[in-house]
């Protein structure tokens, strides 16, 4: 039994459940607004804001919950095969969503939302954490960093891509969803300034942060504030001893301020971290999902508001 109640199964047979699965028929839809799925759930939020009242969402990966080691169940093949259009970051993120769309059988369009993203490389070597990112921004998909939300420029286009994703589907209501985009998009623009803003306030010594693994390269590549992770770009590797003592040593050695926890990770490597650095612990910090409806970040601007507090707060 896993930590969130599912029972643990073998791959193959977890596949074949899945394939199964589809053979059993999605209860019919009591309107006929667009069944869209998206991956995780930030994608998920973003999909609801073009889609409006147009669309009933669902994202596979739920808040509070990791994309990278996510292991699919038999429902969400039934999503999946349910689907009017599906929508996936793309750059490699969700490794498993390839596999699960063949079991599924689904045949709705598959809309890649980071697809036209402005790239940054993605760390290629584990033990490379805490230099600066490339900015080889024509880098081929499998090389480039995935997590592109963290730049809001970025989700404008995430945003375009899910509006002409819909507008292909249900033509009808076009222009519905041009007007939910350039609505949505203008809080984007709001947003994007007041982050800007913010990270100018803070004095440029102290704007490092160190985070469990390497997933804020776009925040760095956009607005200047640097992170360091024991971690690669997906929280499936490991920091080894040797990765940790050389972070610690690091944190001394340029008086790195601050250690934020993400949401999604186990606490007490960066509570170590924190312990023998002498960094203050900032708290907690979202990156690859939402809270749930309740907590700080239930929505995509929620989670960037919530995540500057946090670094203003330690930093300023």
């Known amino acids: 039994m896993t930590a969130n109640g599912r029972t643990r199964i073998g791959p193959a047979?977890?596949?074949l459940l899945?394939?199964?699965?589809?053979l059993v028929p999605a209860a019919a839809s009591a309107d006929d607004r667009i069944r869209a799925v998206a991956t995780f759930s930030i994608l998920g939020d973003?999909?609801?804001?073009?889609?409006?009242?147009?669309?009933e969402v669902t994202s596979l990966v739920g808040p509070d919950a990791d994309a990278h080691s996510f292991s699919p169940a038999p429902e969400d093949a039934r999503r999946l095969a349910a689907a009017d259009i599906v929508f996936v970051n793309g750059l490699g993120f969700e490794g498993w969503i390839e596999r699960l769309i063949r079991a599924s059988g689904t045949k709705a369009p598959v809309v890649v939302a980071s697809q036209g993203a402005r790239t940054i490389a993605g760390s290629r070597d584990p033990h490379d954490q805490g230099h600066d990112h490339g900015h080889d921004h024509g880098a081929a998909d499998d090389h480039a960093d995935p997590h592109a939300w963290q730049s809001v420029a970025n989700v404008k286009l995430y945003v375009a891509a899910i509006?002409?994703?819909?507008?292909?589907?249900?033509?009808?209501?076009?222009a519905l969803y041009a007007e939910n985009a350039r609505a949505y998009c203008e809080r984007l623009d709001a947003l994007d300034a007041e982050i800007r803003e913010t990270i100018r306030s803070i004095p440029e010594a102290r704007r490092r942060i160190i985070t469990n693994h390497d997933s804020f390269g776009y925040y760095t590549d956009a607005y200047g504030l640097r992170f360091i992770a024991p971690q690669g770009v997906s929280t499936e590797s490991e920091a080894g001893p040797k990765d940790v003592a050389r972070i610690i040593r690091q944190i001394?050695?340029?008086?790195?301020p601050a250690v934020f926890l993400e949401s999604i990770a186990d606490p007490r490597l960066m509570q170590q971290i924190a312990r023998e650095s002498g960094a203050k612990l900032g708290g907690k910090v979202f990156s690859d999902a939402l809270s749930g409806a309740d907590g700080p970040a239930p929505d995509y601007i929620a989670m960037m508001r919530a995540n500057l507090r946090a670094f203003r707060e330690a930093l300023g």
């Open 18 to 22: 899945l394939m199964l699965a589809v």
């Open 163 to 174: 509006r002409d994703g819909f507008s292909r589907i249900d033509a009808p209501h076009a």
């Open 13 to 15: 047979a977890a596949w």
């Open 252 to 256: 001394r050695q340029q008086k790195i």
């Open 46 to 55: 973003l999909v609801r804001q073009v889609g409006g009242v147009r669309a």
